[in-house]
Each structure stands twice: as structure tokens, then as C-alpha cells.
T-cell receptor, first 110, second 115 residues
Framework: QQPVQSPQAVILREGEDAVINCSSS?????VHWYRQKHGEAPVFLMI?????EQKGHEKISASFNEKKQQSSLYLTASQLSYSGTYFC???????????FGTGTRLKVLA | DAGVIQSPRHEVTEMGQEVTLRCKPI?????LFWYRQTMMRGLELLIY????????DSGMPEDRFSAKMPNASFSTLKIQPSEPRDSAVYFC?????????????FGPGTRLTVL
């Protein structure tokens, strides 16, 4: 039931782009994306809802494909501060809780 | 707003001892969650409270774990007796509204080490 994220890890140079995918075996109603720095709590990035538009925040955006039951996080022109582990949290319709994905470790090098 | 507050931030104890973790959610939030994070299992939901009532404790590993929320501003997670495999980071999170509308805010976590 845990959403599967891909890739598991990625290394980038500053300025490069990356895509992180989150796939669920269940029908989704909403998806949260979080970033967690080492030794810190997960920090909310954005929420996507079924039927909603693609969201964006600075150079980080995300999409939600209901039919494929997946969401993708797009990081463009990556910065050193983007390093961390990215988690998706998925929720089905009528549920109250998010199930978190397996995580994607992202490292941006200067 | 101070955010979600957890205490202690670090706890080191010996096997068999009782451990109590504390959480103060963001004022006005009616949902509270306890998570456990390990390298092997990632972020696992342990228990969910809504309006101070436990709604789903299916994630609680076993009877050694218990959680309470006596009022809207305080919750505890207790492990008795503790075992080395309980070593993990325990996060508390709170949310104001429903799943599709509101952000879930995490506390800084409690890093528990059971020797």
C-alpha cells in the first residue's frame, strides 16, 4: 500500500533538472509532497488534489495524474538548498490519513 | 505560531525502561498524528486522533505502545517496556482540516535510542 517513489536516489549538479515520481496502487484523492533535510522534520512543499491544476512553488512544481494514480515532482535549475529526501504522501477519497512513500534522496553538487 | 512542539528531542534509555514522548500540536488543529521513522521502514503512521479521540491505532506495533490525548493541546506516546528495536525518530504532526485541504505540520521529532 505504500506509494513507490522513483528514483530512489539522484545526484545533480547545480542548475540541472530532476523529476521524482510517486506511484500508488490505489485510487488517489490528494497528494502531498515534503522535503526532509538530514536530522530535521519533513517540511511541506505542496498539495495536489484530484481534478486540480498543476501546482508550483518557485522552481519546484508538481503534477497529478489521476488515471495513472501517480504524481510527479519537478525541480528545475536545482540549487544546493534542494538537497534532501523527498517524500510523497498519498490519500484516497474518504480517508483521513496520508501514507508516505519510500522517499527519494536528492543531492545537489556545486 | 510556535509550530508543533515535541519533547524531549533526544532520549536514550535502557531496554525495559518506560519512555514517554510528548507533543503539543498547533493551536486550533483538530487532527494529531504520531509517526515513526526508521531507515528500514520509512515514515510509518502509528496513531491518529481527531478532536482528541483516537480514530485509528492500527499502526501501533504492539501492546507495549500506547497513546493518549487528554486535551486539544497535549498528547503522549508511551512505550513500556522499551526494546532496542524501538529505536527510531518519532514525529508528531497536526492538521487543521481534512485530507484534501490542509497542510500537515510536523514537529521536530524525538530521537529515541534504546540500549
Amino acid at each position: 500500500q505504500q506509494p513507490v517513489q522513483s528514483p530512489q536516489a539522484v545526484i545533480l549538479r547545480e542548475g540541472e533538472d530532476a523529476v521524482i515520481n510517486c506511484s500508488s496502487s490505489k485510487a488517489l484523492y490528494s497528494v502531498h509532497w515534503y522535503r526532509q533535510k538530514h536530522g530535521e522534520a519533513p517540511v511541506f512543499l505542496m498539495i495536489l488534489l484530484k481534478g486540480g491544476e498543476q501546482k508550483g512553488h518557485e522552481k519546484i512544481s508538481a503534477s497529478f495524474n489521476e488515471k495513472k494514480q501517480q504524481s510527479s515532482l519537478y525541480l528545475t535549475a536545482s540549487q544546493l538548498s534542494y538537497s534532501g529526501t523527498y517524500f510523497c504522501g498519498t490519500a484516497g477519497s474518504g480517508t483521513y490519513k496520508y501514507i508516505f512513500g519510500t522517499g527519494t534522496r536528492l543531492k545537489v553538487l556545486a | 505560531d510556535a509550530g508543533v512542539i515535541q519533547s524531549p528531542r533526544h532520549e536514550v534509555t535502557e531496554m525495559g525502561q518506560e519512555v514517554t514522548l510528548r507533543c503539543k500540536p498547533i493551536s486550533g488543529h483538530n487532527s494529531l498524528f504520531w509517526y515513526r521513522q526508521t531507515m528500514m521502514r520509512g515514515l510509518e503512521l502509528l496513531i491518529y486522533f481527531n478532536n482528541n479521540v483516537p480514530i485509528d491505532d492500527s499502526g501501533m506495533p504492539e501492546d507495549r505502545f500506547s497513546a493518549k490525548m487528554p486535551n486539544a493541546s497535549f498528547s503522549t506516546l508511551k512505550i513500556q517496556p522499551s526494546e532496542p528495536r524501538d529505536s527510531a525518530v518519532y514525529f508528531c504532526a497536526s492538521r487543521a482540516g481534512g485530507v484534501g485541504t490542509d497542510t500537515q505540520y510536523f514537529g521536530p521529532g524525538t530521537r529515541l535510542t534504546v540500549l
